[in-house]
């Protein structure tokens, strides 16, 4: 079977994770889309992070590059795609996977954090989209992906993370829809409860609940059978969304959640 990007160049925003046992989104869809035949620009504001990935990638014979930026900052969003032009010539896969939340379900969370929510959910999006986007329709078209949250649709307390995915999700599909005469696909993916090192060990230091138990309330609550999903199942759902089997799939939040987003009540 041929490789579902072969030939493809794709630049991933937040390459590399926070450290944990298990594997993060950016980490596993950046190995995967290596696995599938791309060349892979890694793009972390932890450059060491970003090379731990590299690492991995090249250990198994694929082709990746490191570059530190953080997409808070205008300028280092020029500078990615300035990057990837120089070394690539195109830019055919963008997915922008960076993320922070905030547990606060009160308007009196600090307005400093809201931005910060805000900041790197939502503006880091719009700055690379005016960097990416020209590019793309220069070239004639491209795939973008953005991870998302089912929290975005569901009634989760976290209020600033919540209206900033929904936000993302907004954005996501006015670009499919302006943008689609020129090739552009636009497309979410929303991930559920996963087994990630951001979820699980992230939150268990935030909030002092213990690991092991902090696994075991989250299992509980999805619906399908294995309980929380991985990277490696909001990876391959973004490997589609990059291959040509997608090309006429724009616009679409896709859920990736075992179910837990189709609960009603």
């Not at 579902?4 to 190995?31: C, D, W, Y």
């Amino acid at each position: 079977m041929a490789k579902r990007l072969e030939g493809k160049i794709a630049v991933i925003i937040g390459a590399g994770q926070t450290p944990g046992e298990t594997i993060g989104n950016g980490r596993a869809m950046s190995v995967l889309f290596a696995r599938e035949g791309a060349k892979v620009m890694l793009v972390d504001r932890s450059f060491e992070a970003a090379e731990e990935t590299r690492a991995q990638i090249e250990k198994e014979g694929g082709e990746a590059v490191s570059f530190k930026a953080d997409a808070t900052h205008i300028e280092d969003c020029e500078k990615v795609v300035e990057k990837c032009m120089a070394l690539f010539g195109r830019m055919d896969v963008f997915v922008y996977n960076i993320g922070t939340g905030d547990a606060s379900n009160s308007l009196g969370m600090p307005p400093k954090r809201w931005d910060t929510v805000f900041d790197i959910n939502l503006k880091g999006l719009y700055y690379m989209y005016r960097f990416v986007i020209p590019v793309m329709k220069e070239q004639g078209g491209g795939a973008l992906i953005n991870t998302s949250s089912i929290a975005a649709i569901s009634s989760t307390p976290m209020l600033a993370y919540r209206a900033s995915k929904a936000g993302m999700n907004a954005l996501t599909q006015s670009v499919a829809v302006n943008y689609a005469r020129h090739g552009i696909r636009a497309n979410a993916i929303m991930p559920g409860l996963m087994n990630t090192p951001m979820a699980i060990d992230g939150i268990s230091k935030a909030t002092g609940v213990d690991k092991n138990e902090l696994i075991k309330q989250r299992e509980g609550r999805v619906p399908l059978k294995g309980g929380m999903g991985s990277a490696w199942d909001v990876a391959y759902a973004a490997l589609f969304l990059a291959s040509d089997e997608a090309k006429f799939i724009s616009g679409v939040l896709l859920p990736v959640d075992g179910a837990q987003s189709a609960r009603v009540g």
